[in-house]
């Protein structure tokens, strides 16, 4: 019980700060009003791709992995608890992601994208549906974690729905994610206490955390990033230089070397990706990236692992009324970058990256040159 007191409190500072910084930010407060933030960049993204659009299929869609526990459960596919310990366990998890949610949502007071309300972050609707995604890997995920990636993926839909529907900022999407999986796990410690070993199936074996380091393995993940531009990326006309954009996407790769000699794991990657520019004057438009390249990936550490990897293909220019008047069209685009990843789960990993990227999308055929700071969830089999 003193180790939950002690991590609840934590996680709810931790989280907390980020959001008062880029409330800040987005309103002008110590930060420089014309340079986007890293939220004002994605939402530019999603008003560029849908402009205004409002739909309610995430008001239902955030309890469907809790559902598919609870009807696999009563279908009699043994999970890792009995019903009670399961109930229990869901139980405090529920507790300790409404406390946290409403409680940060209220001392925060952050707008809503769509200026509807002042309780933006965190989102709860993400919260809800990663907690609901996060109960179904705990009690079905080390029968097969294709549980696990379904669960994850209609939860990483929800919150992307939120950002779509304009009802949150990119960082309360992110936040309800890590509010909802962290109660999970709070949830279930607090119910092992309890319970000890009692009331698990005799069919359960313990995850391990971690990477092989003699096997390879495809993943599959969600990348979000900002765009910081190197030099002076000018436009045609008097539209300015651009100033920032936020990027994300798709990420598949697939193993095809794995040994001493490498030291490591080599394959290849495709790349699905959008990005916003925002220039000087205000004016914004969308790329989209179809990319394909290779990697090499080394594991350390037990749950550490570094990579590197490079991209290139072809990138399309979106809205084109704005894509026009800023002398926009397509052009390659080339990535190369690395990154340092932890595992989080049995099949889960998380990543932050650095990435070089140069595209000669504008009419001058200027090659712009940029630096993309970001992370990654990624799942992995």
Not at 9 to 20: E, K, Q, R
Not at 205 to 218: L, T, V
Request: glycine share 12%; hydrophobic share 45%.
């Amino acid at each position: 019980m003193k180790l939950s007191a002690l991590l609840l409190p934590l996680v709810v500072a931790f989280l907390s700060c980020p959001a008062i910084c880029a409330s800040r930010t987005l309103s002008g407060e110590g930060a420089d009003a014309g340079f986007p933030s890293f939220d004002r960049s994605i939402f530019m993204l999603r008003y560029n791709a849908v402009g205004d659009i409002r739909y309610h299929y995430d008001d239902y869609f955030q309890y469907s992995p809790a559902v598919v526990m609870a009807g696999l459960k009563a279908f009699g596919y043994e999970s890792r608890s009995s019903w009670g310990r399961m109930l229990v366990s869901d139980a405090f998890s529920v507790a300790v992601m409404a406390a946290a949610v409403n409680g940060i949502k209220y001392t925060v007071a952050r707008q809503r994208p769509d200026g509807s309300a002042r309780n933006s972050f965190p989102s709860g609707h993400t919260a809800t549906s990663f907690m609901a995604a996060a109960m179904l890997h705990e009690e079905y995920g080390w029968r097969s974690p294709w549980f696990s990636l379904g669960g994850y993926a209609i939860a990483a839909a929800t919150g992307i729905s939120r950002i779509i529907n304009n009802r949150h900022w990119a960082t309360d999407v992110i936040a309800g994610a890590a509010i909802g999986i962290l109660s999970v796990k709070l949830g279930y410690f607090f119910a092992d206490l309890i319970f000890k070993d009692k009331y698990i199936s005799g069919m359960y074996r313990e995850p391990a955390i971690g990477f092989d380091s003699s096997g390879a393995y495809c993943e599959m993940g969600l990348y979000l990033g900002y765009r910081f531009f190197l030099g002076n990326a000018g436009l045609s006309g008097d539209n300015g230089n651009l100033k920032g954009g936020g990027t994300a996407g798709i990420e598949i790769s697939f193993p095809v070397s794995c040994g001493e000699t490498l030291r490591g794991t080599a394959g290849v990657a495709l790349r699905v990706g959008a990005n916003s520019y925002i220039a000087g004057s205000s004016l914004s438009f969308n790329t989209y990236d179809f990319m394909a390249g290779g990697y090499w990936r080394h594991p350390f550490a037990r749950i550490l692992e570094v990579d590197t990897r490079v991209f290139a293909g072809y990138s399309l220019a979106g809205n084109r009324p704005s894509s026009e008047t800023a002398g926009v069209s397509g052009g390659f685009v080339l990535s190369a970058g690395g990154g340092l990843a932890v595992a989080t789960g049995e099949n889960f990993k998380v990543k932050a990256m650095v990435e070089y990227g140069a595209s000669n999308f504008s009419s001058r055929r200027q090659a712009v040159h940029s630096l993309v700071l970001g992370g990654s969830a990624l799942f992995f089999w």
